[in-house]
């Protein structure tokens, strides 16, 4: 998967040339590793077919229920910026993980993989974040 | 003559035996409460998560049997959508739960995600759940269901010791709620047996019988197993708090219709 900065790539996958096998190792991908967040979550409202990923500053995070929030801007290569929201799991679940009210801190630039919901509207639900210095974390509910 | 006699050493003969097969017995009786009276109560206690595969629902290889209405409904709440896994959550635009906040109620509680905990006390089994912080009572002192009770989110439970599993009925529930995640519905006729045992030291496996006459044709019945978590304790998870915060709509619920959908 390329990530370009500052952009959010929803399809990339289906640029390939092989886009059957990029489809069923996407599913794969998502049955392993995004349905956990999705598990209590309805999807009906995300495109779950693809993948997106967004890398932004970021400005506010609520600990709140039934989803942990990040706000973030995100730049394009066009120098405007979008404010986007990004969910995850719930404060019980991650609580579980180690995360906490300060995990994320304003400020921080952060790289999110997950469902943009349906109709081009700049909300996320993703299921994995990443920090500069290589910090790798994936909430998922744990059964 | 004859007769005379022989009837009182007959009545005599019959008494004895009669008296001591009684005794034999009353004593075998005796014998079986104090031997059950000794017999240690099963723990069920500890935190639980639900690992049933077809997480959403209780038996996703037969669904109910429903009432025509009832029938009208679940094909309104069923998720099958392209795309969607075959055994899914309910559309969330329909979801009591999701969509409009109310309590998510039993029996459905025990088809989440979340884990719950149980502990044990004197005439009491309680479950208390991560999800909304709900608290079922299931009461095993030994008193009967209301013939007529009036309709809650938890209803009310009985529960009884059979050897090593809890028999519990329920009894007196709204019917606001979805049966289960995947959103079959049910009315408030629904009188719930489940059969709680440990299978083993880490799993819990539940039975469950919906009987729903006003619902259903016929009752069904269905599994669910859990993991023992000992190293959790209980978080707290409220499922509208975006809702509140946002007035009256989630973020997610916006920006889906700002983005047209």
Not at chain 2, 167 to 180: A, C, E, H, N
Not at chain 2, 191 to 215: C, E, G, M
């Amino acid at each position: 998967m390329v990530l370009l900065k500052g952009r959010v790539e929803i399809s990339e996958v289906l640029q390939m040339k092989n886009k059957r096998l990029a489809l069923l190792l996407g599913t794969m991908g998502l049955l392993l590793f995004c349905g956990p967040v999705l598990a209590h979550h309805g999807r009906s409202n995300y495109d779950v077919t693809n993948t997106a990923t967004v890398k932004g500053v970021v400005t506010q995070f609520d600990w709140v229920n039934p989803h942990a929030l990040i706000y973030l801007d995100v730049t394009g290569d066009d120098g405007k910026t979008e404010k986007w929201i990004a969910e995850t799991n719930s404060p019980n679940t991650l609580a579980r993980q180690g995360w906490n009210k300060t995990t994320v801190k304003v400020g921080d630039e952060v790289t999110l993989v997950g469902h943009r919901v349906k109709g081009g509207g700049t909300y996320i639900n993703f299921s994995k974040i990443t920090w500069p210095d290589g910090r790798v974390l994936t909430p998922a509910v744990q059964n | 003559m004859k007769n005379r006699s022989i009837h009182p050493i007959f009545c005599a003969l019959a008494l004895f035996v009669f008296s001591t097969a009684l005794a034999a017995q009353t004593a075998e009786a005796q014998g079986a409460k104090k031997a059950q009276a000794a017999a240690p109560t099963p723990d069920l206690t500890g935190v639980w998560a639900n690992i049933t595969e077809v997480g959403p629902t209780f038996n996703a290889k037969e669904g109910p049997s429903f009432q025509p209405w009832a029938e009208a409904k679940w094909k309104a709440n069923k998720n099958d959508d392209p795309g969607q896994p075959a055994i899914t959550n309910g559309r969330v635009n329909l979801d009591p739960t999701v969509a409009s906040c109310f309590p998510t109620g039993m029996p459905r509680l025990m088809t989440e995600v979340f884990p719950f905990e149980i502990l044990q006390v004197r005439d009491r089994v309680l479950i208390l759940f991560e999800k909304d912080y709900l608290v079922s009572h299931i009461w095993t002192d030994g008193r009967k269901l209301p013939e007529d009770p009036d309709p809650t989110y938890m209803g009310q439970s009985v529960g009884k010791w059979e050897g090593d599993t809890l028999v519990v009925d329920t009894v007196g529930l709204k019917d606001i709620t979805w049966l289960d995640r995947q959103g079959h519905p049910h009315s408030d006729a629904l009188h719930v047996t489940w059969r709680v045992r440990r299978i083993t030291h880490d799993r819990l496996q539940i039975d469950w019988t919906f009987d729903d006459p006003k619902a259903f044709t016929k009752p069904w019945t269905g599994r669910t197993i859990y993991r023992h978590h000992p190293d959790w304790t209980l978080e707290e998870f409220i499922a509208c708090e975006d809702r509140l915060l946002h007035g009256g709509e989630s973020l997610e619920q916006k920006a889906v219709k700002e983005g047209g959908q």
